[in-house]
């Protein structure tokens, strides 16, 4: 069954600490994987999309790396803000048709001054 | 350029009656994708069209269907609303093109669709 699993379901940090959020999925074939931050009330933007042959992509503080053989991604922030208070959610694509998109249930994250 | 455009951004609507929702893709995208979210499930995939044809569908019943017109406009409909449709349905556009695995997708601010 296809399945994208996130943990933790949420997370507390202090500002200016780094965090390191995980997805672990069981999709395939796989095509490519996403994070995105969804602001609450707001639709999600994307931080990154890696394919199969990418290992690492990273975006300002965020970095996701990408392990392929063993089906883990992890989103690590780095010297977090309080604008990240945020749900991050991993995606992956792929599955039997084409361009399937199956869904982590997120990470809800809160940075406290 | 403007974003993905969703409206109405609030319905209230009561369960057995149909609803309409529109989504504006961002000018030049003409992939157009639907989602639906809610506190329970998360986000699951609805369908995605790409100039006028649905491209892919999720596992929702036929109860929701969708279209998109020349323009790249999209719409989503609900028949016989249940209590469990309440949720945030999301769209987001794209400049896919077909056969392409690899795109940004830019989402809209999403409508709110309470069912009594």
């Known amino acids: 069954k296809n399945q994208v699993e996130q943990s933790p379901q949420s997370l507390i940090i202090l500002e200016g600490k780094n965090c390191t959020l995980q997805c672990n999925y069981t999709v395939s074939p796989f095509s490519n994987l996403r994070w995105y931050k969804q602001d609450t009330g707001r639709g999600p933007v994307s931080l990154t999309i890696m394919t199969f042959s990418e290992n690492t992509k990273s975006n300002g503080r965020y970095t996701a790396t990408l392990d392929a053989d063993t089906k883990q991604s992890s989103l690590h922030i780095t010297a977090s803000q309080l604008s990240d208070s945020a749900s991050y959610i991993c995606v992956v694509s792929g599955g039997s048709g084409t361009y399937k998109y199956i869904f982590g249930t997120g990470t809800r994250l809160k940075v406290l001054a | 350029k403007a974003g993905v455009t969703q409206t109405p951004r609030y319905l209230i609507k009561t369960r057995g009656q149909q609803v309409t929702l529109s989504c504006s893709p961002i000018s030049g995208h003409r992939s157009v994708s639907w989602y639906q979210q809610t506190p329970g499930q998360g986000l699951q995939f609805l369908f995605e069209?790409?100039?006028?044809?649905?491209?892919n569908k999720g596992n929702f019943p036929g109860r929701f269907s969708g279209r998109q017109f020349s323009n790249s406009r999209s719409e989503m409909n609900v028949s016989t609303l249940e209590l469990g449709d309440s949720a945030l349905y999301l769209c987001?556009?794209?400049?896919?093109?077909?056969?392409?695995?690899?795109?940004?997708?830019?989402f809209g601010p999403g409508t709110r669709l309470t069912v009594t």
């Open positions: 069209y790409f100039s006028e044809t649905q491209r």
């Open positions: 987001a556009s794209s400049l896919s093109t077909s056969g392409r695995p690899y795109y940004e997708q830019y």
